[in-house]
């Protein structure tokens, strides 16, 4: 079942560490921007899985972080958001899995499950038995005549 949230209200997401980003809702104009990001479309015919997943989850970060707690300087100061400390911070593996599961994953679940019902070469129905039939010369000529 597809949840909706008509609510489309920035929210808070906690990724541990004591780091929390503010973050807009992940729509489809956000998605699209994001596979038109200069950094994506420059990627490497054959990058590999993980080097797109990180340049996309920056470019999506860059377009819906608003926000951050817990992220500071080298003294420890609070600095602000930019797009360059966004992808500084997703550089932190523990803080790019958190930000892939809690923000991302929800919506690239749901791409990948709309071709879940097609059917297995090996599945329960494999063996299955055709049970229609080719129609016969006099039905044919039945439905000409």
């Known amino acids: 079942m597809i949840r909706l949230d008509l609510s489309a209200k920035p929210k808070w997401l906690d990724l541990g560490h004591d780091l929390r980003l503010h973050v ?8 699209v921007a994001a596979r038109n990001d200069p950094a994506v479309e420059a990627l490497p015919k054959d990058a590999s899985q993980e080097q797109i997943a990180l340049v996309m989850a920056r ?11 817990g ?3 080298a003294d420890g100061k609070p600095v ?12 932190i593996w523990p803080v790019f899995e958190a930000f ?30 055709a049970t229609a ?12 005549g």
């Open 80 to 91: 602000p958001v930019t797009p360059e400390g966004i992808d500084a911070l997703l550089d």
């Open 59 to 69: 470019a999506v970060a860059r377009r819906v972080v608003t926000d951050w707690e």
């Open 71 to 73: 992220v500071g300087d």
């Open 100 to 129: 892939q599961t809690r923000c991302l994953a929800p919506h690239l679940m749901l791409e990948s499950e709309k071709n879940v019902s097609s059917p297995l070469p090996s599945g329960t129905s494999a063996g299955a038995k």
């Open 133 to 144: 039939r080719p129609a016969s010369p006099r039905a044919k000529a039945a439905r000409r």
């Open 24 to 31: 807009l809702p992940v729509t489809t104009a956000t998605m």
